[in-house]
Antibody, heavy 115, light 110 residues
Framework: EVQLAESGGGLVQPGGSLRLSCATS????????MTWVRQTPGKGLEWLAN????????YYVDSVKGRFTISRDNGKRTLYLQMDSLRVEDTAVYFC????????WGQGTQVTVSS | VLTQSPLSLPVTLGQPASISCRSS???????????LHWVQQRPGHSPRRLIY???NRDPGVPDRFSGSGSGTDFTLTISRVEAEDVGLYYC?????????FGGGTKVEIK
């Protein structure tokens, strides 16, 4: 069974940083692109970033480009999202998603950016 | 841009329901495939994919769910709505960068 478990969310002040992790099991992690998606009440679902199977290619939505960094450790079967220069509007639930076709989603982790 | 309609869909149990998803550009990708998928989010749960590449049901998805369409116009149909179908439904496209989601349709029981 495919399982994705995010962690690392929490409350952070504007301008601060957080690192999200996504531990995976039930599939051959190194064979799949991976994705981060976030959800806010106002904007719905928003794709943030993708990373290729071997980590050599990454893509970002404009709103997080230069502030967020997606990475992976295939040996640990874990996906990461380093979030720097956080803004109030980054407040959301962040989901780890398997593949570019979103076939499996984690349970999400809440990130709140507030002073 | 993916535009879903309606925003809210009150339905009677046992009756059909349809959700529309329209794209501002053709979703036929350069490889000839159409990467339009449908995602369900039940209250209090994370999203779950129901349909991939327009019309293919994911494992475990009841056959009352079906997807159709081509080019820029797509539809998710529930043939007979059940209580467990209440929630938000999103279309998403993977044919063009950046990947995008529709705004969502809330299905509720009348």
């Amino acid at each position: 069974e495919v399982q994705l478990a995010e962690s690392g969310g929490g409350l952070v002040q504007p301008g601060g940083s957080l690192r999200l992790s996504c531990a995976t099991s039930g599939f051959t992690f190194g064979n799949f692109w991976m994705t981060w998606v976030r959800q806010t009440p106002g904007k719905g679902l928003e794709w943030l970033a993708n990373i290729k199977e071997d980590g050599t290619d990454t893509y970002y939505v404009d709103s997080v480009k230069g502030r967020f960094t997606i990475s992976r450790d295939n040996g640990k079967r874990t996906l990461y999202l380093q979030m720097d220069s956080l803004r109030v509007e980054d407040t959301a639930v962040y989901f780890c998603v398997k593949g570019n076709w979103a076939d499996h989603w984690g349970q999400g982790t809440q990130v709140t950016v507030s002073s | 841009v993916l535009t879903q309609s309606p925003l809210s869909l009150p339905v009677t149990l046992g009756q059909p329901a349809s959700i529309s998803c329209r794209s501002s550009q053709s979703l036929v990708s350069s490889d000839g495939d159409t990467y339009l998928h449908w995602v369900q989010q039940r209250p209090g749960h994370s999203p779950r994919r129901l349909i991939y590449m327009v019309s293919n049901r994911d494992p475990g998805v009841p056959d009352r769910f079906s997807g159709s369409g081509s080019g820029t116009d797509f539809t998710l149909t529930i043939s007979r709505v059940e209580a467990e179908d209440v929630g938000l439904y999103y279309c998403m496209q993977g044919s063009r960068w950046p990947l995008t989601f529709g705004g969502g349709t809330k299905v509720e029981i009348k």
